[in-house]
């Protein structure tokens, strides 16, 4: 039983930074793409950011790129998401998500975007963490 538990978001002032956390358990030794996305009121949900186990390969939306982090702790089964000056743009309910075992995703569609993009259905999610910037 694969389950996400993300913490760490809140009501923050424009400017200042938070880092999301994402607790992970029975994903397996061997997991695949992992990765933040976003929604707010109205939107459609939006990938954020990814990484790939191993390597380290990673993807950022151009919206984030050089203000996200994303990286992972392999010891504690935790993903994280360092977002640094924060917009009101960026006003989301964040999500933690996993990509299933055989989902048609390779390892490159992991950093290239292409996963993010998609949106997979069949994704493990967490329940998400709200992050409201103003």
């Known amino acids: 039983h694969v389950q996400l538990v993300e913490s760490g978001g809140g009501s923050v002032q424009a400017g200042v930074s938070l880092t999301l956390s994402c607790v992970v358990s029975?994903?397996?030794?061997?997991?695949?793409?992992m990765g933040w996305f976003r929604q707010s009121p109205g939107k459609e949900r939006e990938g954020v950011a990814a990484i790939y186990p191993g390597g380290g390969s990673t993807y950022y939306a151009d919206s984030v790129k050089g203000r996200f982090t994303i990286s992972q702790d392999n010891a504690t089964n935790t993903l994280y998401l360092q977002m640094n000056s924060l917009k009101p743009e960026d006003t989301a309910m964040y999500y933690c998500a996993a990509d299933p075992p055989g989902s048609p995703f390779a390892p490159y569609d992991c950093y290239s975007g292409s996963w993010s993009t998609r949106v997979y259905e069949k994704n493990y999610w967490g329940q998400g963490t709200q992050v409201t910037v103003s």
């Open positions: 029975g994903y397996g030794a061997s997991h695949g793409c």
